[in-house]
């Protein structure tokens, strides 16, 4: 807890804006980084504490995150950063393939029309992530591109399929693992080829590789590959 530790001193007596979102996009930064780590208990009274505010507003934030899974809450035991077995995210893994490989299928056909430039500004986002070692905003961006491409696809259903599972794949991290050692430049590369699939419009090409994207498996090929 070292590094929330010292988070958590660099932010005291936090001003500005409501202290319940400040505090709130704190320990979710804190979670999706790594810095606090799946089952590290959360003590509220500790947290105000250390930041030099009332407890109000950090009760609000643990609130949220608990509406996010990403905190699980149990009456008279407190609260806990979400820990997740194995099984839970092999079958959250296989759950995104499905509903990534219908998207990208439907979105091709299209050819993303009327989302070429948000996704095109948000593989920059991912970059500047990149260049500026900010993993949080990374996953964000991240998030962002395949929430878009769900939008893309056309079907009014998908976004709000993804609405209720993207909790649980922020919580099973499942999408840009904080603790990936990897190259995130290749990641990048990796989403900027699935972008050239949909709108080359190679259908079950880009279904195929975002299953395979979405499922850990092997990254899209370059195009006309």
């Known amino acids: 807890m070292t590094g929330l530790n010292e988070l958590l001193e660099q ?9 319940s979102d ?7 930064s ?7 780590v799946p089952d590290q208990r959360i ?7 250390r930041l030099g505010i009332s407890q109000a507003p950090v009760r609000e934030a643990v609130k949220r995150l608990v509406h996010e899974s990403l905190v699980t809450h149990v009456p008279r035991l407190g609260s806990r950063v ?3 077995s194995t099984e839970q995210a092999e079958q959250a893994r296989e759950l995104r393939g499905l509903l990534e490989e219908f998207a990208a ?3 091709a056909e299209r050819r993303v029309e009327g989302y070429v430039d948000q996704l095109k500004a948000v593989i920059d986002d991912m970059r500047r992530a990149v260049r500026q070692d900010d993993p949080v905003s990374f996953r964000d961006s991240d998030m962002a591109f395949h929430r878009l491409v769900c939008q893309a696809s056309g079907n009014h259903l998908l976004p709000r399929l993804w609405e209720v599972m993207e909790p649980s794949l922020w919580t ?3 999408v840009s693992d904080p603790f990936y050692t990897g190259s995130r430049d290749q990641l990048v590369a990796g989403h900027a080829r699935l972008l050239d ?7 079950d090409d880009a279904a195929q590789a975002f299953r395979r994207h979405a499922t850990g498996g092997a990254q899209p090929s370059k195009r006309g590959e």
């Not at 505090?23 to 979710?28: A, F, M, N």
């Open 11 to 19: 932010n005291r007596g936090m001003g500005g804006g409501l202290l």
């Open 22 to 28: 400040r505090v709130y996009r704190l320990l979710r």
């Open 30 to 36: 804190a979670i999706l980084s790594g810095e606090m």
């Open 43 to 49: 003590v509220e009274s500790d947290i105000a504490k």
């Open 82 to 84: 979400a820990s997740i």
């Open 105 to 107: 299928r439907a979105a």
């Open 172 to 174: 099973l991290r499942v």
């Open 197 to 203: 699939l949909l709108l080359d419009g190679r259908e």
